[in-house]
C-alpha cells in the first residue's frame, strides 16, 4: 500500500525557516511528479509547488516565489519543501501529492500524505 508521509512541520517565527519532507513508502516516486499543497484554516487547499517528473522543472504559486524551493532525494524517495523567510500567512497543514491527474497545479493526485502542520507567529 502506498504512504506518503510528511514530517518537519513546526511553530516559528516570522522570518525564520523550515524544511517539510514526505517520504513514500509501498511504492517508488522517484519518476513521477509530485507536489505540495497547503490549507490555512477557512481557506481552500492551494498549490504551492510542484516538481515535474523526469525533469528538474519546478513551478511555484506567485505567493512563494523566490521563499520556497522544492526538490527531490531519489534515493530516499523523498520530496523536500524549503521554506524560508517565512511569513504569519503561511500558517496551514501542508500536504504532499504525488502523481497527478491532468495539471500539476491543480489539486487531483492519486496519491495524499496526512498533511503536517507549519505555524507562523509574528
Known amino acids: 500500500q502506498v504512504q506518503l508521509v510528511e514530517s518537519g512541520g513546526a511553530l516559528v517565527q516570522a522570518g525564520d525557516s523550515l524544511r517539510l519532507s514526505c517520504t513514500a513508502s509501498?511504492?517508488?516516486?522517484?519518476?513521477?511528479?509530485m507536489a505540495w499543497f497547503r490549507q490555512a484554516p477557512g481557506k481552500e487547499r492551494e498549490f504551492v509547488a510542484t516538481?515535474?517528473?523526469?525533469?528538474?522543472?519546478?513551478y511555484y504559486a506567485d505567493s512563494v516565489k523566490g521563499r520556497f524551493s522544492i526538490s527531490r532525494e531519489n534515493a530516499k524517495n523523498t520530496v523536500f519543501l524549503q521554506l524560508n523567510t517565512l511569513k504569519p500567512e503561511d500558517t496551514a497543514v501542508y500536504y504532499c501529492?504525488?502523481?497527478?491527474?491532468?495539471?500539476?497545479?491543480?489539486?487531483?493526485?492519486?496519491?495524499w500524505g496526512q498533511g503536517t502542520q507549519v505555524t507562523v507567529s509574528s
Open positions: 501529492a504525488g502523481i497527478p491527474r491532468g495539471d500539476p497545479k491543480k489539486g487531483d493526485y492519486v496519491y
Open positions: 509501498g511504492g517508488t516516486f522517484n519518476r513521477n511528479t
Open positions: 516538481i515535474i517528473s523526469g525533469s528538474s522543472l519546478t
